[in-house]
């Protein structure tokens, strides 16, 4: 399968730049779909942005304008740059990947959907 570890979380002012990455292992070459999601306090998880398989990205409305999200070639790498954030931008923002069932050594895995652990992105005013 494929494992997530993200970075660049951190406290920010008003009107300030934060960068996001997620470093992709395992079987990344089965990888359809990368995508960021964030919780704000006391809300549900939301889409930020996302990369298809053919590198198009699509962002939420909120997002568009103001983030960029780039994935290397081998899938091994995303990156999520946020400019002019603001208060609300405020949560937990979250690594998603999803991919096809691959057969290993006569093994087949399904199909599969993986989490990174999130990382802590705080704007203040």
Known sequence: QVQL??????????GGSLGLSCAASGATFSITTMAWYRQP???????????????EATYADSAKGRFTIFRDA?????????????TEDTAVYFCHVEGLGYYNRSRYYPDFNVWGQGTQVTVSS
Do not use: F, W, Y
């Open 74 to 86: 081998a899938k091994t790498t995303l990156t999520l740059q946020m400019d002019d954030l603001n």
């Open 5 to 14: 570890v993200e970075s660049g979380g951190g406290l920010v002012q008003a």
């Open 41 to 55: 306090p006391e809300k549900q998880r939301e889409l930020v942005a996302t990369v298809n398989i053919r590198g």
